[in-house]
């Protein structure tokens, strides 16, 4: 099983806590791949990948409120 992540600190968490739950509960060997957002999703679509814990939605940062949908502040 591919675990796919991206370089973000709570996505390192995330993923080897997961991995571990995985393994140990389920029995599959998970290898963790970590790679950028697009080709995270383009391996999940291909099936090269088959997890991914974390997303990233703009507007969603600490603290800044609902999210708005992906509107341009430009």
């Known amino acids: 099983m591919v ?3 991206a370089a973000w600190s709570d996505a390192l968490a995330i993923t080897y806590v ?4 995985i ?3 389920f029995g599959y060997k998970v ?3 970590q790679a950028e957002p697009g080709v995270i999703y383009a391996s999940l679509q291909t099936g ?4 991914y814990s974390n997303s990233y939605m703009q507007g ?3 603290l ?4 708005h949908g992906a ?3 430009m």
């Open 31 to 33: 290898q963790p791949l």
């Open 18 to 21: 997961g991995a571990k739950l």
């Open 3 to 5: 675990y796919a992540f």
């Open 48 to 51: 090269k990948a088959d997890l």
């Open 64 to 67: 800044k409120g609902a999210y």
């Open 60 to 62: 969603m940062g600490p």
């Open 71 to 73: 509107r341009r502040t």
């Open 23 to 25: 393994e140990d509960n």
